[in-house]
């Protein structure tokens, strides 16, 4: 990928973190210029929060504080991670789960 790819989608890459907003704009907005360092990304960003559904609904069954608040540390932690990932300018996927992102969402942005 060349460093012009990469400038071009740094912006909408890192709006695509902003919660499930972020992520749709930046969706709508790469769906014509189809920049593939966008859409890694997005594909990223939008496994995180599905993530994050899936297990909110999971630990809401329990009545545990501290559950919740590990809950949201984990998942803070990885959009803050994929967010600096796209500020500067890298291809990498969040920990252990980042890579199934971009397989079970292979076909956004392309």
């Avoid at 919740?68 to 600096?84: H, M, P, V």
């Amino acid at each position: 990928m060349t460093d012009k790819t990469i400038q071009d989608g740094k912006t909408l890459a890192c709006v695509s973190y902003i919660p499930i907003f972020g992520t749709l704009i930046a969706y709508y907005l790469n769906a014509d210029k189809k920049n593939p360092f966008t859409s890694f990304h997005v594909r990223q960003a939008l496994g995180i929060f599905l993530f994050y559904l899936i297990c909110a609904i999971s630990v809401s069954n329990y009545d545990s504080s501290t559950l919740r608040l590990w809950l949201w540390g984990i998942f803070g932690a990885l959009i803050l991670y994929g967010f600096f990932m796209a500020f500067l300018g890298k291809q990498q996927t969040v920990p252990v789960i980042g890579p199934l992102f971009q397989k079970w969402f292979s076909n956004i942005g392309t």
